[in-house]
T-cell receptor, first 116, second 116 residues
Framework: AQSVTQLDSHVSVSEGTPVLLRCNYS??????LFWYVQHPNKGLQLLLK??????LVKGINGFEAEFKKSETSFHLTKPSAHMSDAAEYFC??????????????FGRGTQLTVWP | GAGVSQTPSNKVTEKGKYVELRCDPI?????LYWYRQSLGQGPEFLIY????????DSGLPNDRFFAVRPEGSVSTLKIQRTERGDSAVYLC??????????????FGEGSRLTVL
């Protein structure tokens, strides 16, 4: 079975400080992993994706994530937060084999607040 | 516009009524998806269309829910005999191909359904 656990429902940081949003996944097969971002009154937008190439993945707006199979983790990081990063972030897993091939499973989301 | 368009953006209805939610995908996208996002949860898969046919409708919660895409473009999600538990944001997304291949879905802003 596929599932995603986002370990924090809310994260608050000051502008200019690092961001860490934690995600653990469960997958029966080799997963594809994604982070999506949702700004207020906007549609979900793909931030970055891991599909079995390099384990360190770079996305838009300076975000990156590292796939760690031994820890079943795919944490999202950014060295320096900006006010415009305030949004809700979703970790997503997709199996690349099996009966649920291709279906996306979303975590519950982490609300990121950035203080000036 | 160039993005996924969903109407209405907000719908308030009474328990037992019939509701239709419309999605206009990005032009040329062959794949279309419906997801449902309940309060405090991540989006959950409902149904996936490839062209005119429903390739996977296993996420529909029960037979009160039905979706169509008669010409392979616009889709309508239909909910009969609405219940208070149907209250959620219904998200539509489209993509060039199967979500599991690229992971990149283009989401609309959603239709917020409230059942009183």
């Amino acid at each position: 079975a596929q599932s995603v656990t986002q370990l924090d429902s809310h994260v608050s940081v000051s502008e200019g400080t690092p961001v860490l949003l934690r995600c653990n996944y469960s997958s029966s097969y080799s997963p594809s992993l994604f982070w999506y971002v949702q700004h207020p009154n906007k549609g979900l937008q793909l931030l970055l994706k891991y599909t079995s190439a390099a384990t360190l993945v770079k996305g838009i707006n300076g975000f990156e994530a590292e796939f760690k199979k031994s820890e079943t983790s795919f944490h999202l990081t950014k060295p320096s937060a900006h006010m415009s990063d305030a949004a809700e972030y979703f970790c997503v897993v997709s199996d690349r084999r099996g009966s649920t091939l291709g279906r996306l499973y979303f975590g519950r989301g982490t609300q990121l607040t950035v203080w000036p | 516009g160039a993005g996924v368009s969903q109407t209405p953006s907000n719908k308030v209805t009474e328990k037992g009524k019939y509701v239709e939610l419309r999605c206009d995908p990005i032009s040329g996208h062959t794949a279309l998806y419906w997801y449902r996002q309940s309060l405090g949860q991540g989006p959950e898969f409902l149904i996936y269309f490839q062209g005119t046919g429903a390739a996977d409708d296993s996420g529909l919660p029960n037979d009160r829910f039905f979706a169509v895409r008669p010409e392979g473009s616009v889709s309508t999600l239909k909910i009969q005999r609405t219940e208070r538990g149907d209250s959620a944001v219904y998200l539509c997304a489209s993509s060039w191909g199967w979500q599991g291949v690229t992971g990149e879905l283009f989401f609309g802003e959603g239709s917020r359904l409230t059942v009183l």
